[in-house]
């Protein structure tokens, strides 16, 4: 059974940073996209970054030049290092992945979702 869970979520001044992780386990594919999305009161899911099994990255327009996304394979971790954050980027984060090494930035492609971890930025 995979099992997604993010960590690192917490309050934050408006121009500050964090680093969010999400662990994953019981994953026995080969090819793989783990990508971050967020939900804010009264939002949309929004896909903001994901990284294949290729190694290739792909950002959402709203975070490039923001937020960067990594990995640490031997951990089985993902990770979403956000600078400049802005109160607008106050949401619940999610981490989710799927078994394709081809990411796009759609939630309803997600096969494995995590609980989501709180991100608050106050100005």
């Known amino acids: 059974q995979v099992q997604l869970a993010e960590f690192g979520g917490g309050s934050v001044q408006a121009g500050g940073s964090l680093k969010l992780s999400c662990e994953i386990s019981?994953?026995?594919?080969?090819?793989?996209?783990v990508a971050w999305f967020r939900q804010g009161p009264g939002k949309e899911r929004e896909g903001l970054a994901a990284i294949s099994s290729r190694g290739h990255t792909t950002y959402g327009d709203s975070v490039k030049g923001r937020f960067t996304i990594s990995e640490d394979s031997a951990k089985n971790t993902v990770y979403l290092q956000m600078h400049n954050l802005k109160p607008e980027d106050t949401a619940m984060y999610y981490c989710?992945?799927?078994?394709?090494?081809?990411?796009?930035?759609?939630?309803?492609?997600?096969?494995?979702w995590g609980q989501g971890t709180q991100v608050t930025v106050v100005s």
């Open positions: 019981g994953y026995r594919f080969t090819s793989y996209c």
């Open positions: 989710a992945s799927q078994s394709v090494d081809y990411c796009r930035l759609v939630a309803i492609s997600f096969d494995w």
